[in-house]
């Protein structure tokens, strides 16, 4: 075969190819910023959810739960999942705020009944006087009527259902789960956060060595009085309490994640905030624009299903 001719071979001079390495540079550069923005990181890691979320649904649809739980008000019921002392109470604030939901927490709607005496609190108090455990029935009726009583589109069941079992019979009654929120928090961390807690016996006082110190280490500032730490706020008594926790949920976070409702929340979207112990608020920032979606989603289906009812109406 015959050899081009030199001439007729492009030539790229070191002149020409350094300004296209330099903008290629600058642009990989923009790129790499923009990823490390917190807004760019929840968007991505909302996107895998998405991602994860639709390729599931369709190998489930055959399971999807039929019921009203409240009939045509009802919206989002998502159940709220974390271990003690890992900022539930926190999160569940902030969701009631940003999105109006009705919080059911299960422990205090049960002492409720008992102290007004109503006839599912007397039954209820029946078993807690005898030392059995209230039925799951029991606790499902009063989470109906309090649905009933609530005039919410949006709904945050906290404390119930705990096990496989209870998740099946609040599922028999029609009260379908749309999003399991489990807030996944390092158990070391929760042991050192609680660890640091000391109180003063008389007064009820608590400080925090990390954010709430008394002026003067073991003192309490008001008496001069020592601090004690509770039994419960002990490193192994945090500890054995997570390992309870763990061994109960880790059943139920694999049934909500079979069923393509599970979404657990670590705050590594957000690292800066972790860096600076604020992994709540990381947490809450990738919730929050996953709950955005989700209801999204959410108030889309409603819309669709009256339109279907309409126009079987109009057929009609």
Known sequence: QAQLPCRLVPSITPVVLMPMFLRLILALAH???????????????????VSAHRACIPAMSQHAATGDQGGSRRNIMALIMGPPGGGKGTISKRLIEDFQFH??????????????????????????????LVPDDLIIDMVLQTLDRADAEHVLLDGF??????????????LKIDAALDLNVPFK???????????????GRT???????????????????????????KPSAVMSRLEVYNDSASPLREYYEAHCL?????????????????RSDAIYAS??????????????????????????LAQN
């Open 161 to 174: 259902p705990r096990t496989v079992p209870q998740a099946n019979a609040l599922k028999a009654r029609g």
């Open 103 to 132: 919080h059911i927490s299960t422990g205090d709607m049960l002492r409720e009944h008992v102290r007004e005496g109503s006839d599912l609190g007397k039954a209820a108090k029946e078993h807690m006087e005898a030392g059995r």
């Open 31 to 49: 790129v790499a910023a923009a990823m490390r923005t917190p807004h760019v990181r929840s968007a991505l890691s909302l996107a895998k959810r």
């Open 189 to 203: 961390e929760i042991t050192e956060r609680m660890s640091k807690r000391w109180i003063h016996p008389a007064s």
């Open 262 to 278: 599970l979404a657990s929340f670590d705050g590594s979207d957000m690292p800066e905030l972790v860096q600076q112990d604020r």
């Open 287 to 312: 919730l929050k624009m996953y709950m955005d979606w989700k209801i999204r989603q959410a108030e889309k289906e409603k819309d669709a299903d009256e339109e279907i009812q309409m126009e079987g």
């Open 207 to 233: 400080y925090a060595y990390d954010y709430n110190p008394p002026k003067v280490e073991g003192v309490d500032d008001h008496t001069g009085e020592p601090l004690v730490q509770r039994d419960d706020d």
